[in-house]
């Protein structure tokens, strides 16, 4: 059963032309000139009952957007949303009271109190059972390993145990669907790891639908199975990680370690990335014969040691956006060539 | 001392970049004089009181109204936030004399206030309600005077508040009572003449007079000449005494900036 | 949102502020010496010329103290909507969609104001001494009567901080006009009939500040005055209920707008 569903899904913004200085502010009193910008443009996926889903995209691409429309912030233009089989602008009330959201800056608690008064308020608010509320306070108080802090302000918080809180907070409820924006932006390693944990753990045991946005590419490995990559508006990716790392052209990055430093060298079928001196870092298309290159290299400048790296999905990534950015350039190219 | 001169022209400039809330600022002056000349046209009616007439009150009132705008000192603000983020240290550090730098500052935004914002609502003010003109040529140099002295006091004043904040962390209550003394005694809202008795002893003694009252009673003639010369004395010696208070207190502040480590 | 809810929220609310009690108390002492000033202000003007415009001192204390006090009543639920403008350019508001409760009720709730304490003592204060120094016939009829008034008034002025709040969503720029709000707000601190017509009528048909204080004191008083007839003064449930109907228009207005237009 899809708890989610998108159909078709555009969102439009019109953008009224702005004017500048003194007399520019009456003219935008009147002005009735506008753009339309295209936030989201004609998406659709579904997303099934326990599912951890991971929203990538560049800044700008719709994924708040998506996220806004999904959680009845804001109404699409066209198309449809079910969240939960509501509507979710329609029915937004009813909705909230069964996800939960945790969106980076705009935090949940209460700057001054205790998390745990903060937590208190909560349980009021979405009108938990007591009970219910004891065993979920206990189990993340653990898993998290808030002790320590749970009775103290949040403004004497580091920001990995305020992003505890956070999370913590937002499941109180029993919430069906979790919507995290950017959670472990700016936390050291091991807050991160923890989260991470915690979310799998979450995802797995109750089952919780997990949407997540992220720039992290390790938060998408570890919590995220399936994978939905916008770009301009446009969903240009939905499935599984693993597929995406076949589908792309990613051929293999060498670093070389040279004998003495040696000016940049091309070498074909490859890109250098970085060049410091002696060392230098290439990557290879993915057809290329790697060490046929090098062998040749190695005649010219005398080759000290090698290395090779195993393809993270970041590179995965950074290729996509790199054809989508080319495919993009050529299109605005060959739009100007048309018109003239 | 081209150092505090930029300064002054740093916060004119930064108070340019507010233009288009000036125009709302003057509104509500008109607004608030509007106010005031109703009221005393529903208290003299065509009569006078203490030989003062509906007219003598719209003077009184467009001036107070007018001079209010550069009297209303921002010094608490500054030092609050200064001392708040710990700005203060970037200031004491730098080859500046603080206490000058802020009264540099403060002279910028005044003469902000008096180009864009006390001569519209003079001008504006003069033509809706009608302003008399200056009681005797001889006393324009007494009223400039007067307007000077005003200026110095309300620096004093708040240059005062505002080191107590070293101590207090916060100026707000005493701000609130020192201005709730100025709205009663600087007589902008009633002129002196119309104090019952002890009232107007109370004010004379202190400096609040010269924040709207004296610059106004020397414009309109309501003062003799000895009066006049009294009155300037006076609020010299409080300027004395203001800023002897002042350096004291920063003096001291500073000792305790420095125990305290901010 | 239930009232035990609401009740939980200012309970936290309070709490929070009692972290800050040094600076809390002087602010609540500095408050209401200012308000002080106002009301010696005016008591020396009524000492001097014995009544304005035929209202006496206890009449002019009871006009402002209502104003005040009303005041107080609409701020300490809706005085956030001064900064609401911050809340819709930073995404802040946000938060309050994405809860199960009507996202005005809960800002109303977690930015419950408990600043205006001094407000509710000094003008508190006067509104009884007035009442008391007047000696009007007091019936049951006429104290129902001066809560209606008091809550109608509060209404008025959270009509107002709504109103204006809204504006938010459609101009980004909306402090400016709180400003006006105030000005409009010092002209009912005196009798309107002090004004001209032109005051009068914007003040009682355009902009009805005048229902907050000035008919329903007038009509207390049995004041017969102005260009208006003061029985106007029983109207002011009416037009309070009118004005908060129409602030709470427009704020649904102004939400589904942001809804559509992002923000």
């Known amino acids: 059963m899809d708890i989610i569903s998108l159909q078709s899904v555009t969102k439009e913004y019109k953008q009224y032309k702005r004017y500048q200085g003194f007399w520019g502010s009456f003219r935008n009193l009147v002005t009735q000139e506008y753009t339309i910008h295209r936030a989201v443009e004609d998406v659709s996926f579904s997303i099934a009952k326990g599912e951890a889903v991971g929203l990538l995209g560049q800044n700008g691409a719709g994924k708040s957007t998506i996220i806004k429309m999904l959680t009845g912030i804001l109404v699409p233009t066209s198309g449809h949303i079910l969240v939960r089989g509501n509507n979710p602008h329609k029915k937004r009330r009813e909705n909230n009271r069964h996800i939960g959201v945790v969106f980076g800056q705009r935090s949940q608690l209460w700057w001054d109190l205790p998390v745990i008064d903060s937590f208190d308020l909560h349980r009021h608010i979405y009108k938990i059972p007591l009970p219910l509320y004891k065993e979920n306070f206990d189990k993340y108080v653990e898993l998290l390993g808030m002790e320590t802090f749970i009775s103290q302000p949040v403004r004497q918080l580091s920001l990995g145990q305020r992003m505890r809180a956070e999370i913590a907070i937002s499941l109180l409820h029993e919430p069906d669907i979790l919507f995290l924006d950017e959670p472990t932006i700016g936390l050291d390693i091991l807050a991160k790891d923890r989260i991470r944990e915690f979310l799998r753990t979450i995802n797995q045991e109750k089952k919780v639908t997990i949407i997540l946005t992220t720039h992290d590419m390790k938060d998408i490995e570890e919590i995220c199975p399936r994978l939905l990559i916008l770009n301009k508006g446009k969903l240009v990716y939905d499935g599984e990680v693993k597929h995406l790392k076949d589908q792309q052209d990613v051929g293999k990055r060498v670093t070389i370690e040279f004998a003495d430093a040696v000016p940049p060298v091309t070498i074909p079928e490859a890109q250098l990335m970085k060049d410091e001196g002696k060392r230098k870092q290439y990557q290879f298309s993915r057809d290329a014969s790697v060490f046929e290159h090098l062998s040749k290299l190695a005649s010219r400048y005398p080759i000290v040691d090698v290395k090779m790296h195993e393809n993270d999905i970041e590179d995965v990534i950074r290729s996509l956006y790199q054809h989508l950015d080319d495919e993009d350039s050529r299109d605005l190219s060959e739009k100007k060539v048309a018109r003239i | 001392m081209m150092a505090y001169f930029s300064q002054a022209m740093k916060s004119f400039s930064r108070s340019m970049a507010y233009r288009a809330e000036v125009w709302i600022q003057i509104g509500g002056n008109i607004l608030f004089l509007f106010i005031q000349i109703s009221i005393w046209k529903a208290l003299l009616g065509h009569s006078m009181t203490n030989g003062v007439g509906i007219q003598e009150m719209v003077t009184y009132s467009i001036l107070n109204t007018s001079l209010s705008i550069i009297l209303m000192t921002h010094v608490y603000n500054q030092v609050d936030e200064s001392l708040r983020t710990g700005g203060i240290l970037m200031h004491l550090v730098k080859p500046l004399r603080y206490p000058l730098f802020l009264f540099a500052d403060e002279a910028g935004k005044n003469m902000y206030s008096l180009l864009f914002e006390l001569i519209p609502t003079l001008l504006v003010g003069a033509l809706l309600f009608g302003l008399q003109p200056i009681s005797e040529s001889d006393h324009i140099i007494p009223f400039a005077l007067s307007v000077i002295i005003a200026m110095f006091i309300s620096f004093g004043i708040g240059y005062l508040i505002a080191l107590i904040a070293f101590w207090f962390m916060t100026t707000f209550a005493l701000r609130w009572t020192v201005e709730g003394l100025i709205k009663v005694f600087s007589g902008s809202l009633i002129p002196l003449w119309f104090f019952p008795p002890v009232w107007i002893d109370v004010a004379h003694m202190l400096p609040f007079k010269f924040l709207g009252f004296v610059p106004a009673a020397i414009y309109m003639g309501k003062m003799s000449s000895t009066e006049i010369y009294e009155n300037l004395a006076i609020g010299l010696f409080w300027i004395v005494l203001l800023y002897g208070l002042g350096s004291l207190l920063w003096w001291k502040a500073l000792r305790r900036l420095a125990i305290q480590g901010g | ?263």
Not at chain 3, 26 to 46: E, I, K, T
Not at chain 3, 57 to 64: G, K, N, R, S, Y
Request: positive net charge.
């Open chain 3, 1 to 263: 949102m239930s009232l035990p809810l609401f009740l939980r929220f200012v309970l936290y609310k309070y709490k929070s502020i009692m972290e800050y009690r040094g600076a809390f108390l002087v602010g609540v002492w500095g408050q209401g010496l200012g308000y002080l000033a106002d009301f010696v202000v005016l008591r020396l003007l009524v000492q001097k010329f014995q009544t304005i415009n035929g209202w006496e001192w206890p009449e002019i204390a009871l006009l402002v103290s209502i104003n005040v006090l009303t005041y107080a009543m609409g701020a300490t639920f809706f005085y956030h909507m001064t900064n609401f403008d911050s809340l819709v350019i930073s995404g802040g508001f946000d938060r309050y969609l994405t809860s199960p409760l009507p996202p005005l009720i809960h800002l109303c709730a977690n930015q419950f104001n408990i600043g205006y304490i001094a407000h509710y003592i000094v003008a508190g204060s006067f509104f009884i001494w007035s009442l008391v120094q007047l000696q009007a016939d007091w019936t049951v009829g006429t104290l129902f009567f001066l809560i209606v008034i008091l809550i109608s008034g509060g209404l008025m002025h959270a009509a107002a901080f709504i109103f204006l709040g809204s504006w938010a969503f459609i101009f980004t720029r909306s402090r400016f006009l709180f400003t006006l709000y105030g000005a409009l707000r010092n002209f009912t601190s005196y009798p309107l009939s002090i004004y001209g017509f032109f005051i009068q009528t914007l003040l009682t048909f355009g902009i009805p500040f005048a229902f907050i204080n000035y008919y329903p004191s007038a009509v207390i008083l049995s004041k017969e005055e102005g260009i208006f007839p003061v029985w106007l003064g029983f109207l002011a449930p009416f037009v309070a209920l009118v004005c908060f109907a129409l602030a709470l228009r427009m704020w649904g207005y102004g939400v589904k707008r942001y809804q559509s237009a992002g923000g």
